[in-house]
């Protein structure tokens, strides 16, 4: 294990706001990085958010801990999932690898007002999602701390992918506003042989 008083950190937001998207009709998208980032070893995540258009993804409405799938350049973070697709002709798999997830506790973002006569909910339109880790000085056996084995020689882009709790890309129209707050590690020394 690498000790990290010897790597250089950068923390970087990623957001929906400035991404080109792979379809414009779905959470695919990525956000190139302005200067490469060389050797990158470890990612820690700092904050995950979303923040839904309306109590629906893909159609169907929102329920309690309903999760969303966050994909980050393939890195296998949480979970492998395998989507099997069954065809007339041949099985076709579909394979995707969640770094984070967000589960959408829809109650407790839920208002109640309580009347003698009436109890009703305020919606949850435009309402935030979001998981806080630790600062950027934890320990690497940290769970939110993504080890790249072998080491990423030169970052420059971030591909990311939501999805719903049936592993289908989110529709974009769905979801307001995306954030992941990430911190880099990377080595930048130089190593001599003997």
């Known amino acids: 294990m690498q000790n990290e008083t010897i790597l250089d950190k950068k923390i970087l937001q990623l957001t929906n706001g400035g991404a080109r998207y792979y379809n414009n009709a779905k959470c695919d998208f990525y956000i190139d990085i302005l200067e490469p980032i060389k050797n990158v ?3 820690k995540i700092l904050k995950s958010s979303v923040r839904l258009n309306l109590k629906t993804l893909n159609g169907a409405p929102v329920i309690d801990n309903d999760p ?7 890195y296998n973070r949480i979970n492998t999932y395998d989507n099997k697709i069954v065809n007339t002709s041949n099985n076709i798999t579909s394979i995707f690898n969640s770094f984070e997830v967000i589960n959408l506790n ?8 309580a009347n003698t006569q009436i109890s009703s909910f305020i919606e949850i339109n435009g309402v935030l999602f979001e ?5 950027t ?4 056996n940290d769970t939110s701390v993504y080890n790249i084995i072998p080491h990423e020689p030169s970052l420059l882009r971030f591909n990311i992918k939501l999805y719903d709790k049936y592993y289908n890309l989110i529709n ?3 979801i307001i506003n995306f954030e992941l707050l990430v911190c880099v590690y990377s080595n930048n ?6």
């Open 41 to 43: 070893t470890h990612i």
């Open 68 to 74: 969303i799938y966050i994909s980050l350049n393939n």
């Open 106 to 113: 829809v109650t407790s973002k839920y208002l109640i007002m």
């Open 131 to 135: 998981n806080i880790y630790t600062s």
């Open 137 to 140: 000085t934890s320990d690497f």
């Open 172 to 174: 974009k129209e769905d």
């Open 189 to 194: 020394k130089k190593v001599t042989m003997r």
